[in-house]
C-alpha cells in the first residue's frame, strides 16, 4: 500500500485536460439549443438492430468529457417526452413495426436523425431476410449522421444540425 502511494505520490495527476476547441465548442452547442428550444432537447434513442458501436459512442455522450446533460440535451424513456428520435442500426424487420409505432408516439413537431451508416443505408448488414436496410425506408428521415460508429463530437454537431435544419423548415 506504501509504495502505491508513494508511486500516485511521485506521477502527479495522470489525467489530461480536455481540448479547448472541445470547450469552446461544447459552450457554442449548449448556447445554440437554448436560443432555438428555449428548454432542454429531449431525445429518444431506438436501437433498430445495431451491432451497438453506436450506442457506445452515445453512451460516451454522456461522460464527464462531452456532458451531454450539461449541453442541455438529455436522453428519455418514452417517445412520448421526446422533441428527437436518433436511430441506429439496420431496420430489422422486427423491428420497423416498432419503430413506426415510436414515431407515432412522439409528439410533433419531432425531428427523425439516423445516426451511423446502418441507420442510413444498411451499412454493411445491407438488406437480407433480417434487414430492410436503411431508416429511411419506414420513416421520413430529417438528418443523418454518417460514420461507422460516428464519433461523439460528430454526433453532437449532427444533432445541432438537426435542430436548425428542423426550424428553419418548420415541417412535421
Known sequence: MWEVLKQIAKTGIAT????????????HIHDEI?????????????????????ELELNALGNLYYNL?????KFVASP?????????????????TAL?????????????????????N???FGESYATIGGA???????????????EPIVILQGILTAVRYKLENRTN
Do not use: F, Q, W
Not at 412522439?106 to 442510413?120: F, M, N
Not at 428521415?141 to 454518417?146: A, L, N, R, S, T
Open 34 to 54: 437554448l436560443k432555438i428550444l428555449g428548454r432542454a432537447l429531449t431525445i429518444r434513442e431506438i436501437d433498430a438492430g445495431s451491432c451497438n458501436g453506436c
Open 16 to 27: 489530461e485536460t480536455p481540448p479547448v476547441a472541445m470547450e469552446v465548442e461544447a459552450s
Open 100 to 120: 413506426s409505432m415510436t414515431y407515432e408516439a412522439t409528439p410533433s413537431p419531432k425531428l427523425v436523425v439516423a445516426v451511423g451508416d446502418c441507420a442510413i
Open 69 to 73: 446533460e450539461g449541453l442541455g440535451i
Open 136 to 150: 429511411s425506408k419506414v420513416l421520413n428521415v430529417d438528418y443523418e449522421i454518417p460514420g461507422c460508429p460516428p
Open 122 to 124: 444498411g451499412g454493411i
Open 80 to 96: 412520448r417526452h421526446a422533441d428527437m428520435l436518433l436511430i441506429t442500426g439496420p431496420i430489422s424487420r422486427n423491428m420497423s
